[in-house]
């Protein structure tokens, strides 16, 4: 099989993961697959990329200086663990060492200027995956294959200039990555491709979004017209609930994108949903790998699964800390346009809307967020509306959580929506909004944080999801 390989910040956080990836890696080519591997920066290297730069645009030198010195430090230390051939630890050591150099002039031209563009930054942020693209390589140059690393750029992805969230141009990509990348294949070389970052076509650095490596992947994936498409994670992926609270929730082994991005929407943060959406696009099967268990099949995610008797509902699953926000007025009835400015003034801010339900007497429209923007999304709607005749009060509850119900074969199937309700009758649970797209994928609504355990654990029950499938 051809298969597009992505590892996360997490697997490669050290020395000592690297070498297990590079284990994984081995296994698979011995096996006789073709291979391109795609990874993050070490864990939490692009958060202080961030940090760096912005420090760097209020030009603080010393700062940026002692920044890339630890910088360059753990990326040492982790060739020294992870590469045990000599000559392949000095080669990494040089480029670990110019690349380090780079970023440190770039950073200091930055605070020279005082000035941190958009552009700038997406070039600062991308050096955590140039860091450890060269590593992961030398690692398994060292368990004897061969290998190349490249950036995604020279990899061929091709984006617009939407800088800190690129678009890749798919057919221009598509060209120019095949034409890298097949004639390394055939030589049985694994690329290692830095996920993450892209250039333009003028050759302008780009990043794809944060957490954009899994996106990289299913680029990479949809050009090569690889089989499948493995993110390895080090959790058994994904879950019929969070096995944390349903004690006896399993691992859901066949679902389809439109129900694993439901998932990825309601916190069951797996993939990126803009990987999860070009790989479906392009058709591409994209399989959830355990790190623990590199045996096990994972989780596969295609285009559409049979709904099995019985199993209208795939997974519970939740986000915690979320704040409820009101806005009421008596004369909102027939007012449209209303509901459309308030997403529109919390785009502008930037606030995640996770879930919106309007009572059907347009009295008021209640949107779910997340606990950290509540007072900021609750002031910017104060500041705009309340001198409006329309809105009469904008009021806000914390401490609140959403469970979200999610499987393709509520669709048509009556009465779900009842038994999720009854169930929570049972549990003396108070509903305190709710919500059903209308895709009929998903039922999600808002209870109190404390009672969101007992829920999950009840629902998960009830569409008896836990144990032997
Ligand atoms: N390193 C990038 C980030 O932290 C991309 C990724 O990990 O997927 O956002
Ligand atoms: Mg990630």
Redesign the pocket.
Known sequence: MKIVMKF??ASVADGESMRSVGGIVDRFKTEGHELVVVT??MYN???SLVGAATRAGKGQREHVKRFVEEIRKRHLDSAQVAIKNEEVLDRTIQTIESKCEDLKNILLGIAHIGELTLRSKDLV?GY??RLSAPILKGVLEDFGLQSISLTGGEAGIVTDDHFGGAEPLMNVTTLEVRQVMDPLLEKGIVPVVT??IANTQDGTHT?L??????FTASIIGAAIRADEVWVWKDVDGLMTANPKIATDARMIDRISFSEAMELAHFGAQVT?PKALESAARFQLPFRVKSLNDPDDEGTLIVKEVKVKDGGVVKAITNIDDVDLITVSGASMFGTPRLAARVLEILTDEDVDVLLISQSSSEENITLAIPKDDGSRAQNALELTLLGSRQVREVSIEAGLSIVAVVGAGMKGTPGVAARVFATMAAKNINIRAIAQGSSELNISFIIKKQDAAEAIKALHDDFKLGGCP
């Open positions: 996360g910040g993050s920066a290297v692009t958060n942020i955590g995956e996920g993450f990043t979004g944060r957490g954009g490596s899994d990126h």
